[in-house]
Protein backbone atom coordinates (compact mmCIF):
# COMPACT_ATOMS: atom_id res chain seq x y z
CA UNK A 1 0.00 0.00 0.00
CA UNK A 2 1.51 3.28 -1.10
CA UNK A 3 1.16 6.65 1.06
CA UNK A 4 -1.62 8.14 -1.31
CA UNK A 5 -3.45 5.15 -0.71
CA UNK A 6 -3.23 4.54 3.14
CA UNK A 7 -3.74 8.75 3.09
CA UNK A 8 -6.96 8.19 0.92
CA UNK A 9 -8.08 5.41 3.12
CA UNK A 10 -7.94 7.08 6.25
CA UNK A 11 -9.60 10.26 4.90
CA UNK A 12 -12.59 8.44 3.97
CA UNK A 13 -12.65 7.03 7.59
CA UNK A 14 -13.09 10.38 8.62
CA UNK A 15 -15.41 11.44 6.54
CA UNK A 16 -17.14 8.21 7.73
CA UNK A 17 -17.09 9.20 11.11
CA UNK A 18 -18.94 12.61 10.16
CA UNK A 19 -21.72 11.06 8.52
CA UNK A 20 -21.74 8.45 11.65
CA UNK A 21 -22.06 5.65 8.65
CA UNK A 22 -21.31 3.19 11.39
CA UNK A 23 -22.33 0.52 9.05
CA UNK A 24 -19.60 1.04 6.71
CA UNK A 25 -17.26 1.32 9.44
CA UNK A 26 -15.88 -2.30 9.10
CA UNK A 27 -14.07 -0.79 5.75
CA UNK A 28 -11.60 0.81 7.46
CA UNK A 29 -11.21 -0.35 10.85
CA UNK A 30 -10.07 -4.60 11.90
CA UNK A 31 -11.94 -6.61 13.64
CA UNK A 32 -9.19 -6.60 16.25
CA UNK A 33 -8.48 -2.99 16.90
CA UNK A 34 -7.29 -1.13 20.18
CA UNK A 35 -7.37 1.93 21.23
CA UNK A 36 -4.77 3.11 23.50
CA UNK A 37 -3.36 -0.38 24.29
CA UNK A 38 -7.10 -1.57 25.48
CA UNK A 39 -8.40 -4.38 23.08
CA UNK A 40 -12.19 -3.32 22.00
CA UNK A 41 -12.96 -5.12 18.39
CA UNK A 42 -14.69 -3.24 15.76
CA UNK A 43 -18.57 -3.37 18.18
CA UNK A 44 -16.35 -1.82 20.94
CA UNK A 45 -14.99 0.48 18.60
CA UNK A 46 -17.77 1.70 17.21
CA UNK A 47 -19.80 1.76 20.85
CA UNK A 48 -17.13 4.14 21.94
CA UNK A 49 -17.31 6.25 18.92
CA UNK A 50 -21.10 6.01 18.69
CA UNK A 51 -20.65 7.02 22.83
CA UNK A 52 -18.88 10.01 21.84
CA UNK A 53 -21.45 11.70 19.46
CA UNK A 54 -24.09 11.44 22.09
CA UNK A 55 -22.10 13.12 24.33
CA UNK A 56 -21.16 15.71 21.67
CA UNK A 57 -23.96 16.03 19.63
CA UNK A 58 -22.22 18.19 16.83
CA UNK A 59 -18.46 16.32 16.71
CA UNK A 60 -17.04 16.75 13.63
CA UNK A 61 -13.39 15.57 12.65
CA UNK A 62 -11.48 18.20 10.65
CA UNK A 63 -7.57 17.36 9.64
CA UNK A 64 -5.37 19.61 10.14
CA UNK A 65 -2.26 17.53 9.71
CA UNK A 66 -1.74 14.41 8.46
CA UNK A 67 1.48 12.23 7.54
CA UNK A 68 1.35 8.71 6.03
CA UNK A 69 4.02 6.50 6.48
CA UNK A 70 3.04 2.84 5.53
CA UNK A 71 1.51 1.10 7.77
CA UNK A 72 1.11 4.49 9.75
CA UNK A 73 -0.93 7.70 10.12
CA UNK A 74 -0.01 10.37 11.98
CA UNK A 75 -3.14 12.95 12.46
CA UNK A 76 -3.71 16.25 14.02
CA UNK A 77 -7.56 16.75 14.48
CA UNK A 78 -8.80 20.03 15.16
CA UNK A 79 -12.69 19.74 17.39
CA UNK A 80 -15.05 22.77 17.98
CA UNK A 81 -18.01 21.45 19.84
CA UNK A 82 -20.27 21.74 22.77
CA UNK A 83 -20.14 18.79 24.40
CA UNK A 84 -23.57 18.28 26.34
CA UNK A 85 -21.77 17.56 30.10
CA UNK A 86 -18.88 16.12 31.61
CA UNK A 87 -16.04 15.84 29.58
CA UNK A 88 -12.93 14.26 30.12
CA UNK A 89 -13.67 14.71 33.53
CA UNK A 90 -14.28 18.38 32.88
CA UNK A 91 -17.91 20.41 33.70
CA UNK A 92 -17.97 21.76 29.76
CA UNK A 93 -21.94 21.48 30.31
CA UNK A 94 -23.16 22.90 26.97
CA UNK A 95 -19.90 25.34 26.62
CA UNK A 96 -18.52 25.51 23.14
CA UNK A 97 -14.85 24.36 23.14
CA UNK A 98 -12.16 24.00 20.70
CA UNK A 99 -9.06 22.17 20.75
CA UNK A 100 -6.87 19.46 19.04
CA UNK A 101 -5.99 15.24 19.55
CA UNK A 102 -2.72 13.79 17.93
CA UNK A 103 -3.39 10.21 16.74
CA UNK A 104 -1.20 7.63 15.52
CA UNK A 105 -2.62 4.95 14.01
CA UNK A 106 -1.48 1.53 12.53
CA UNK A 107 -3.01 -0.29 9.89
CA UNK A 108 -3.22 -4.11 9.21
CA UNK A 109 -4.69 -5.52 5.87
CA UNK A 110 -5.72 -2.24 4.95
CA UNK A 111 -7.63 -1.43 8.12
CA UNK A 112 -7.31 0.49 10.94
CA UNK A 113 -5.80 -2.32 13.49
CA UNK A 114 -3.99 0.14 16.77
CA UNK A 115 -5.17 3.71 17.99
CA UNK A 116 -2.75 5.67 20.33
CA UNK A 117 -4.95 8.83 20.99
CA UNK A 118 -4.08 12.05 22.98
CA UNK A 119 -6.18 14.93 23.63
CA UNK A 120 -5.21 18.32 24.49
CA UNK A 121 -6.71 18.49 27.75
CA UNK A 122 -5.62 21.21 29.08
CA UNK A 123 -6.78 23.76 25.99
CA UNK A 124 -10.52 23.03 27.19
CA UNK A 125 -9.72 24.08 30.83
CA UNK A 126 -7.99 26.97 29.57
CA UNK A 127 -11.48 27.88 28.42
CA UNK A 128 -13.47 27.27 30.95
Not at 72 to 93: E, I, M, S, Y
Request: aromatic share 12%; proline share 5%; hydrophobic share 40%.
Amino acid sequence: MTRDDLADIYRNYIACLNRQGWTALGQFVHDDVAHNTRPLGLSGYRAMLERDFREIPDLHFNIVLMISVPPHVACRLKFDCTPVGQFLGLPVNGRRVSFCENVFYEFRDGKIWQVWSVIDKAAIEAQL
